[in-house]
């Protein structure tokens, strides 16, 4: 029976690539270390007043009243597997989904409504190590933890007439120490003047009068490629202290190798383009040569 209809948070956290793990060590000790899993996202979860709802195989759903919560929650889940030691050969790592909303409640503390399908529809978009929010979420969170998202992607939902902007949480403490280290680099290439991008027959020049261009699949970005690896807003360029730089948005990351054929993966990071080269969406620039983009600065 519902008992209430409430604004709540829900997480759902699972073991990414459980099937290979029972695969390779059998079902009893694979059953073992997702056991033990599930048991310390269960204990962090009720250490930062959130609530187990139910453990479904190798996945658990929790409720928090405070979205800050959930945050919090999910980033020390993360935080305590990057640091756990192998197990039988295998680096165990999760994948976090989140959105807060309105759903039901019933006597026996199980959810059901749009906040619950949303966010196990969120989880499934994520990948090992990463952890995925909804803008909803991000606007319930305090300013300190909303400098920690991050917009990718736009996505389509059933029964939504508009699509769902979905965030990363950036909880990895190198991915600051990266784009710290990113934003002195900058300082020491000189200053460039236009930026020229070619795809196919279409060619953009960016300049400082017009100095921001969105990259990916969705119609609404300036420059748009037909793949499937790309994200619908993938990256984005923008013309900063005298410099253009790439920023990654995505769920696969963005490949950039200049003529030189040093090429540089972008995974929720950010790098000044500098000289000739091509960029890929979502895939290394040895693979889709048809959708990569050429770049002259």
């Known amino acids: 029976m519902v008992i209430s209809v409430d604004i709540i948070t829900v997480m759902f956290a699972d073991v990414a690539g459980s099937t290979t ?21 269960s204990d962090v979860t009720r250490k930062n007043s959130g609530r187990v709802v139910k453990t479904i195989g190798d996945e658990v759903m929790c409720r928090f009243s405070k979205a800050d919560n959930a945050f919090i929650t999910a980033s020390v889940i993360q935080e305590m597997l990057e640091n756990r030691p192998e197990v039988n050969g295998f680096k165990i790592r999760v994948r976090i989904g989140m959105h807060t909303g309105q759903a039901l409640i019933r006597e026996d503390g199980d959810v059901f409504g749009d906040a619950v399908n949303v966010a196990a529809r969120v989880t499934a978009i994520a990948q090992g190590n990463q952890i995925i929010t909804t803008q909803d979420t991000v606007n319930g969170l305090s300013a300190i933890f909303q400098n920690s998202c991050r917009e990718f992607d736009r996505i ?7 699509e ?10 190198d991915d600051i120490t990266r784009m710290s280290t990113m934003i002195n680099f900058v300082d020491t290439i000189p200053s460039a003047k236009q930026l020229h991008l070619k795809h196919i ?7 400082p009068d017009a100095p921001t261009l969105t990259l990916g699949r969705g119609s609404q ?13 993938h990256a984005k360029i923008e013309f900063r202290r005298g410099k253009f730089v790439i920023i990654d948005q995505s769920t696969n990351g963005t490949f950039v190798k200049n003529v030189e054929g040093q090429e540089v993966y972008l995974r929720r ?6 000289g000739n080269g091509v960029i890929s969406l979502g895939v290394n620039t040895d693979q889709e040569k048809s959708h990569q983009i050429e770049f002259s600065v």
Request: net charge negative; proline share 3%.
């Open 201 to 207: 027959e279409k060619e953009v020049v960016l300049n």
């Open 164 to 173: 769902t902007v979905i965030c990363e949480v950036v909880w990895e403490s």
């Open 221 to 233: 970005c300036d420059f748009v490629i037909n793949s499937s690896h790309a994200s619908r807003t």
């Open 21 to 41: 793990i029972y695969e390779q060590l059998g079902d009893e000790k694979a059953n073992e270390i997702i056991h033990d899993v599930l048991q310390l996202m």
């Open 156 to 162: 389509p939902l059933k029964g939504k007439s508009e």
């Open 269 to 274: 990071e950010e790098l000044p383009l500098m």
